[in-house]
């Protein structure tokens, strides 16, 4: 598919939110500062999965978004009838956590169209939360979390690095082996399609939060994997709807000795096809 150049400047002048660019494409993310959630004595921080996302992307005729609005309980229903009233699509609802308090919920998002309309309706659903909430999420002063943990032993085992940001330290890993679409067009990594771990708290005892990317094929074994190295699985679910190949992610909660995660998490990522950047 014969794409043109992503208007950026378009997006960030509309939505007024400093994004990152990557390879031609851009995301905005509104750290959730205002909102004070554990899980199980951890703190969760944007870091660990607490962040509204929209990543554009150029296409054949404009540009497509994909993004993830984290929402409350009173948040849901206003700012689902945004997604409607704007023309989007929501493609998921779901947890990220369990036991959570208080308990949030993830709505994904897609549309297409010129950039600048899309930047607008993407604006829309952000200013539907602040007008809920009573103020900008990201407003508030972020939060930090203790961490001691020997992030090159972790780095080691798992096979990828990561980067630590306000006590969190998160790898991001990419499936460059699989050609994934959406309606045809190419999602990338930067655009949602990875697998993920957030670490935080001590080498005796760490939390560890994220996201698996599987083909279908590969579900049962990574549930197994992961289950069997004392890391709960709290989530399965799609985050498309027309992607091909068929697309299924995984949430995931672990508490325990930092290594044994590690462990874990190495041998349920040895179930799926990413390779590790030691191998």
């Known amino acids: 598919m014969e794409r043109h150049p992503l208007n950026i400047t378009a997006i960030r002048e509309v939505i007024g939110i400093k994004g990152t660019e990557n390879n031609g494409e851009y995301k905005v993310v509104v750290p959730q500062n205002d909102l004070e959630i554990m899980v199980d004595g951890f703190k969760i921080i944007p870091p660990m999965g607490l962040g509204s996302w929209a990543a554009f992307s150029a296409i054949k005729e404009g540009a497509m978004v994909m993004g993830d609005i984290v929402v409350t309980e009173d948040d849901l229903w206003p700012v689902q009838q945004e997604v409607i009233r704007q023309g989007l699509t929501i493609t998921a609802i779901h947890n990220h956590f369990v036991r959570n308090n208080p308990n949030v919920m993830y709505m994904h998002i897609g549309g ?41 032993r ?69 549930i197994k994997a992961l289950v069997e190295n004392g890391i709960e699985v709290v989530a399965v679910h799609n985050h498309m709807v027309y992607e091909e190949p068929r697309i299924f992610f995984l949430h995931y909660w672990g508490v325990g000795p930092a290594e044994k995660l590690a462990h874990g998490l190495k041998t349920a990522l040895n179930q799926t096809g990413v390779v590790s950047k030691n191998e």
Do not use: C
């Open 112 to 152: 297409m169209g010129e950039e600048g309309v899309l930047a607008e309706k993407v604006k829309a659903l952000f200013d539907k939360v602040v007008e809920v909430r009573g103020g900008n999420p990201a407003a508030s002063e972020p939060s930090e979390v203790e961490n001691t943990l020997d992030t090159d």
């Open 154 to 222: 972790i780095d080691n085992i798992i096979g990828h690095s990561g980067n630590l940001n306000n006590g969190v330290y998160k790898i991001t890993i990419g499936r460059p082996d699989v050609d994934l679409r959406e309606h045809g067009a190419p999602v990338s990594t930067f655009m949602g399609f990875n697998t993920w771990a957030s670490w935080q708290g001590t080498p005796e005892k760490a939390a560890v939060a994220g996201d698996f990317t599987m083909l279908a094929d590969e579900i049962a074994p990574v």
